[in-house]
T-cell receptor, first 111, second 113 residues
């Protein structure tokens, strides 16, 4: 199946460089934020999450930063690899009562 | 492979018809979530069930309904289908009720003609 959102913002990075994907969220009551990766023809895949009482969380090659003052979330991918090429979505939820996804960013890794 | 299964993979039907999408969560997960993904609306949360009970509701139309059975599998029923209902429908599951760490299935692609 084709990817959703053929006109998504695209970030192109060289293999081996770091990637930063940004997301603005809307609900100041949201207490939990998630980043998902969606490859062509597949469902979203959980990457990393962060709760509102934190401003940074690290995983394997990924870091999520949360700035509640300006309602901004970012995903940093270190040493970007071809397998990282996908659409990345941020999502927010206020206490699990609703889940709102951002429009997505397409990451393209150049050889 | 997330461990979440969805059937069917593809579904083609006509306007006005009714369809049922099925989801089996990962072993041990008590929550099931349904999402719709379309080109113009992006990913939209529809509804969540936890251990058989409805827990949270998003942008689900009245023509749509869902349920979670005692064996924890879930079905999403879509009726009086319209062309605009054509989309990918995803099911996700998680261990608890709060929506943390959801694992998505491969989706059902619905085409309404």
């Amino acid at each position: 199946g084709e990817n959703v959102g053929l006109h998504l913002p695209t970030l192109s990075v060289q293999e081996g460089d770091n990637s930063i994907i940004n997301c603005a969220y809307s609900n100041s009551a949201s207490d939990y934020f998630i980043w998902y990766k969606q490859e062509s023809g597949k469902g979203p895949q959980f990457i990393i999450d962060i709760r509102s009482n934190m401003d940074k969380r690290q995983g394997q090659r990924v870091t999520v930063l949360l700035n509640k003052t300006v309602k901004h979330l970012s995903l940093q991918i270190a040493a970007t690899q071809p397998g990282d090429s996908a659409v990345y979505f941020c999502a927010e939820t206020p206490y699990g009562q609703n889940f709102v996804f951002g429009p997505g960013t397409r990451l393209s890794v150049l050889p | 492979d997330s461990g979440v299964t969805q059937t069917p993979k593809h579904l083609i039907t006509a306007t006005g018809q009714r369809v049922t999408l099925r989801c089996s969560p990962r072993s041990g997960d008590l929550s099931v979530y349904w999402y719709q993904q379309s080109l113009d609306q992006g990913l939209q949360f529809l509804i969540q069930y936890y251990n058989g009970e409805e827990r949270a509701k998003g942008n689900i139309l009245e023509r749509f309904s869902a349920q979670q059975f005692p064996d924890l599998h879930s079905e999403l029923n879509l009726s009086s289908l319209e062309l605009g209902d054509s989309a990918l429908y995803f099911c996700a599951s998680s261990v608890g009720a709060s929506g943390y760490e959801q694992y998505f299935g491969p989706g059902t692609r619905l085409t309404v003609t």
